[in-house]
């Protein structure tokens, strides 16, 4: 690399000396003992364990302050036997009662909109990864894997049991985890694990171990320690078939519909307790949700997340290298074009300190799109280092069956290597990461270069980015929304908390400022922004701000994508906009969040918008939700004045934490796009489902084009 960057300096000075953390957590330790007693999962905690195990208790307040003890009392109790773990929690209604708070049944619920218990678990002490599993005081189920020490993706899936009772005085959840559901380290007798609970009608976050108010309930670095001073059960042979079968009509443009029937499945087999084999043959992916329109004003490809269920199990492996505009993989990549075949994917924990993942993936060809058949091949390991850092490498490959004219064989592959570093107490963090691209041609072959070192206490937090990504860079399984560029972001803000007895937390002002350069150094965007953030202590917030850009467009650009016409490449467009957004308390049957923003656009235009989230439920069985949008915009010919709504309105209706049914519509006007999405979901046994799907859409630009699909499917998780 011929350029040097400060942040590297600081960074490596960060680095290089070990932060000694003030953490008494690891002081909250809870022993679990074995039990021979049959338990049943009813929420009654009638069984004689439940009297003699140790209790943890006493939780400790996170929102709206984390300086003593929480005035809402809770209890926490653990055991385990051979095929389960257990875990009973009592939440006590002892200083403010009421009815409590959901949003429905649905399961993976929205965490602070629902009265809910959530217990972190981190079996293989790492302080980095983990599982969480969750309830709602009415029984709807949240799970998710745990990676950066903090995050939890929640589109993972797994098979346990839980049931709630409640009275006024209190509600109770009992639930039974298999080891077989989880991955661990058999010969780990300390695990990391915290409880938390939000209740919002005291408008109060608590944990078990002292977690501060500036990070999640569930962050690992906070953990207290679960003692199993009983040899934890080995799992042996842990295999698990989920065959599917699916029959779907289809019809577009008019046409006759067309009737297909599939059958294939996914094949789960643990080569070690922690390493976990996952094979899928002809998967089919009809009940995954269907992404959310959006107004896109912006020259760039938006992002959208990946809810397939065979890329999600530790994706963070493959999916989180990178940032999240330079990600060298991207699943979503695979299998849109063309169906997938089958793959097989390796991933977990090889001990302590390495991880692994692989996966393998092929497509088919489409000789009538002009779609080859392709092979798409990653790997990744990582390694931790220090208390919570690590050092992960990847290679990623797509490569075409076909050769080219010249014989060629066409391939795109990246190789890459990152530095993740985390403080113990979670304040600091940090990356360098180094990515290089190839293809057939060596003249077609790039790098990146990128790093960034942040800051987060209670009061302050400020971060410090820059990316390089050269003009040859290319990632075909990736996401890189632009080449050629040199990038510095920075970002600060501070909070004053309040110590009078009024509605306001805490209050507080962010600014950043982005720098965009091409590798000579010539400015290409600028964006600087200023907000102040009004924080109350019923949950709800204010901000204020102003946003100023400069922008040099790299290539002709349509700013309202309505094919009226281009801006030319090379011109330059500046102007500043401000913006006010509230976001209401959830406690509210009715809840909303709402935007409005005033100021300047492309070539000398005005931007007017409104952006709004509204939603009501009747609890629990029916929740209602709204996206409203609105943008006027004003452009010299021949745009002239635009504008255009976007809408969506869902309604979720949970006769039972076991039967879904959700019916989404949304319209797009900027695009000229409506659809339909109903899906009726019956969970008939843990992880086995019925699916009956119908789709409906219009789409007018770039040309006119309808349809419609209905999917019955029915898959059964079957553990051998």
């Known amino acids: 690399m011929r350029y040097s960057y400060p942040i590297l300096i600081i960074f490596y000075c960060l680095i290089t000396k070990k932060i000694n953390a003030q953490i008494n957590a690891q002081n909250y330790r809870l022993q679990i003992k074995k039990t021979s007693e049959n338990i049943i999962i009813d929420g009654v905690l009638n069984e004689i364990i439940w009297k003699n195990v140790n209790v943890a208790r006493d939780f400790f307040m996170i929102t709206p302050v984390d300086i003593g003890k929480s005035t809402q009392f809770s209890e926490a109790r653990m055991t385990f036997d051979k095929e389960f773990i257990y875990i009973a929690i009592i939440f006590y209604n002892n200083s403010v009662k009421g009815k409590y708070i959901v949003e429905s049944l649905k399961r993976d619920f929205s965490f602070g909109k629902n009265d809910n218990f959530i217990v972190a678990i981190d079996p293989f002490n790492n302080q980095s990864t983990g599982f969480a599993f969750g309830l709602n005081a009415y029984g709807a189920q949240w799970d998710g894997t745990m990676y950066n020490g903090r995050n939890v993706d929640l589109n993972w899936d797994t098979k346990w049991y839980s049931e709630v009772k409640f009275d006024e005085e209190k509600w109770i959840c009992e639930i039974a985890i298999p080891f077989k559901s989880i991955r661990y380290n058999e010969n780990i007798n300390e695990w990391g694990i915290n ?68 059958i294939g499945g996914d094949l789960k087999y643990n080569l070690t307790s922690a390493l976990n084999l996952d094979v899928t043959v002809n ?3 009809s009940q995954a949700e269907i992404d959310q329109q959006v107004t896109n004003l912006d020259r760039f490809e938006l992002f959208y997340p990946e809810k397939r269920q065979f890329f999600l199990e530790n994706a963070d492996l493959f999916s989180n290298f990178g940032y999240e505009k330079v990600r060298p993989f991207f699943s979503r990549r695979i299998g849109l074009e063309a169906p997938i075949v089958g793959g097989i994917r390796l991933s977990g924990n090889i001990d302590e300190k390495w991880r692994l993942g692989l996966m393998d993936i092929q497509t088919q060809s489409d000789e009538k799109q002009g779609i080859d058949a392709n092979n798409f091949g990653v790997l990744t390991l990582q390694r931790k280092v220090l208390d919570r850092s690590n050092v992960s490498a990847i290679f990623v490959n797509k490569q075409s069956l076909k050769s080219s004219e010249n014989n060629t064989t066409i391939f795109n592959r990246n190789v890459g290597i990152e530095y993740n570093y985390f403080s113990a107490d979670n304040i600091w963090n940090g990356k360098i990461l180094y990515l290089q691209s190839f293809r057939q041609k060596k003249e077609n072959q790039g790098g990146v270069f990128a790093s960034h070192i942040g800051y987060q206490s209670t009061r302050w937090n400020w971060r410090i980015q820059q990316e390089y990504i050269s003009k040859d860079y290319s990632a075909d399984v990736g996401f890189i929304q632009r080449n050629n560029y040199f990038k510095i972001e920075t970002t600060g803000g501070h909070l004053v908390y309040t110590k009078k007895d009024i509605p306001l937390l805490s209050h507080g002002l962010n600014i950043g400022r982005i720098y965009y350069f091409d590798t000579k150094f010539d400015k290409k965007d600028q964006v600087d922004k200023f907000t102040y953030i009004f924080n109350f202590k019923n949950r709800s917030k204010l901000s204020i701000g102003i946003i100023k850009q400069y922008i040099e467009l790299l290539s002709d650009f349509d700013p309202l994508r309505t094919n009226i016409a281009k801006i030319k490449k090379g011109t330059q467009h500046q102007w500043a906009s401000w913006n006010i957004s509230y976001n209401a308390k959830p406690q509210n049957r009715f809840t909303y969040s709402i935007e409005a923003l005033t100021g300047g656009f492309y070539n000398n235009g005005k931007r007017s918008a409104f952006l709004g989230k509204f939603g009501y439920r009747f609890q629990p069985i029916l929740e209602l939700s709204s996206v409203i949008n609105f943008n006027d915009i004003e452009l010299p010919d021949p745009w002239g004045s635009n504008s255009f709504w976007l809408l969506g309105l869902k309604a979720n209706l949970t006769l039972t934490n076991k039967i879904f049914f959700s019916n989404l519509f949304q319209y797009n006007e900027q695009l000229g796009i409506w659809n339909f999405n109903s899906k009726f979901q019956w969970r008939y046994k843990p992880a086995s489902d019925i699916f009956l799907v119908f789709n409906s859409n219009e789409v007018k630009i770039p040309n006119l084009s309808s349809g419609w699909n209905i999917t019955f499917k029915i898959n059964y998780w079957l553990n051998l």
Do not use: C, H, M
């Open 283 to 285: 998967p089919d992916f």
């Open 195 to 262: 409880f938390s609970r939000l209740d919002l009608k005291a408008s109060e976050k608590s944990s078990w171990a002292p977690v501060p108010r500036q990070f999640p309930s569930v962050s690992l670095a906070y953990a207290g320690r679960l003692i199993w001073n009983d040899p934890l059960p080995k799992q042996g042979s842990n295999i698990s078939i989920i065959p599917y079968t699916s029959n779907v009509v289809n019809q577009q443009n008019s046409g006759n519909p067309k009737n297909s029937f599939k």
